[in-house]
């Protein structure tokens, strides 16, 4: 049974940081392509950042500069560290292994202005 566990999230001011974690069970982590995407209120969920399974990564680009995305092959875990953070960043966060239809649970985050 595949499970997706973020946390993390919570209300931060603008310029703030957090730290989302994503523990995966289930899946062959090691050779998973994870991603974090996000959903707005009224708007579609939306890719953040990606990390192959060889540690190559890439971002949309409003978060570029701003987020970096990691990966901890010997926990099954993929980390998104977020920076000056920005109120059009408040979105339920999801963690998803790539290509599969599995989707964790999401973790609130609210950047307040």
């Known amino acids: 049974q595949v499970q997706l566990v973020e946390s993390g999230g919570g209300l931060v001011q603008a310029g703030g940081s957090l730290r989302l974690s994503c523990a995966a069970s289930?899946?062959?982590?090691?050779?998973?392509?994870m991603a974090w995407y996000r959903q707005a209120p009224g708007k579609q969920r939306e890719l953040v950042a990606r990390?192959?399974?060889?540690?190559?990564?890439n971002f949309t680009d409003s978060v570029k500069g701003r987020f970096t995305i990691s990966r901890d092959n010997a926990k099954n875990t993929v980390h998104l560290q977020m920076n000056s953070l920005k109120p059009e960043d408040t979105a339920i966060y999801y963690c998803?292994?790539?290509?599969?239809?599995?989707w964790g649970q999401g973790t609130q985050v609210t950047v307040s202005s």
């Open positions: 289930g899946i062959i982590f090691g050779i998973a392509q």
């Open positions: 998803h292994p790539e290509w599969t239809n599995y």
């Open positions: 990390i192959t399974s060889s540690g190559s990564t």
